[in-house]
Structures are given as C-alpha cells and as structure tokens.
C-alpha cells in the first residue's frame, strides 16, 4: 500500500463496499420540504375545511358556542315574557340552530381530519426516508473510521518494522 495515495483512494481500494460521500450523496434524493409540498397540492376546498377544522377545533370556539348556549337559554329562560323568542325549557329554535351546526360541521370536519392525516402519513414516509439516509450516512463514517483505524495500525506496524532494523 502506497502512503501517498488518498485517503478516498485508500478507502475504495481496501474495501469497495464503503461508499465515498459523492456516491452517497448521489444515491439520495434531496430533503424536499414536504410541509410545502403538501400546501401546494390542496384545493381551495381543501384550505377552507382544514381551517374550519383547525377553528371549530379549538378551545376558542368551544367557549364562544359555550357562551352562546348559556347565553341563550339565559335570556330565555329569565328575560321578560314578552321579550322571549325561545320558551324556556324546550328550547327548540336553539336545538334547532345546534343541530343544523353539527350537520354542517361534522362532515366539513372529517372532511379536514382526513387531510390532516394524509399530510401526517406523507411526514411519515419522508421521515423515514431521511432516517434511512442518516442511517447510511452513519453506517458509512462508521466504516471509514474503522477503515482508518486498520489503516493506521498497518502504518504503524510498518513503521514499527523499520524502526527494527
């Protein structure tokens, strides 16, 4: 073994299995954003439910229809008799109103829960991806570092060799 050649050199030489990092590089696809990518391929259908499902799905909206429930049946249940628009205890335009929400809502909702969770599995397979990259990238310096520990050994045995004599 030369001592002048590379160490890249040296590395394809003694083990051709040990990848250099230009064939590694070349082996991958680069990272690609998949956030964006993801963004770009929804409809403007899609936009509106994942932000009705995003908004309907907060802790703002559920204390806004809260107080709007208890507001109502508040109003109607001790306001003057002939200010009241919902006889209390029956409540029927307000059951009425939740209901039509809930109809309307549950559909838009699943609607935005199955985009979520197409996006999530897309993040889920990129992921994977690039740990399996890492993966290669570690197995490959891992490689090269117990290459070069052999090869330093061989150097000093050489060394050791011509210091005997």
Do not use: C
Not at 80 to 99: E, G, M, R
Request: charged residues 20%; proline residues 3%.
């Amino acid at each position: 073994m030369e001592l002048h050649r590379s160490y890249d050199t040296l590395l394809i030489m003694d083990n051709p299995k040990i990848a250099t990092i230009k064939e590694l590089r070349e082996s991958f696809s680069p990272i690609k954003n998949i956030n964006i990518i993801h963004h770009n391929q929804l409809t403007t259908l899609d936009k509106l439910a994942l932000f009705v499902t995003e908004k309907i799905g907060s802790m703002g909206f559920f204390f806004f229809i809260l107080a709007f429930n208890l507001s109502w049946i508040a109003w109607n249940t001790w306001a003057p008799k002939d200010l009241v628009f919902d006889p209390a205890f029956s409540f029927l335009i307000l059951l009425f109103i939740n209901n039509i929400l809930q109809i309307l809502f549950m559909p838009l909702i699943m609607v935005g829960q199955n985009l979520q969770g197409r996006h999530a599995e897309l993040r889920a397979g990129h992921e994977y991806q690039v740990n399996i990259k890492a993966e290669k990238e570690v197995e490959t310096i891992l490689l090269h570092l117990e290459n070069q520990q052999q090869s330093i050994s061989k150097i000093l045995e050489k060394i050791d060799n011509l210091s005997r004599k």
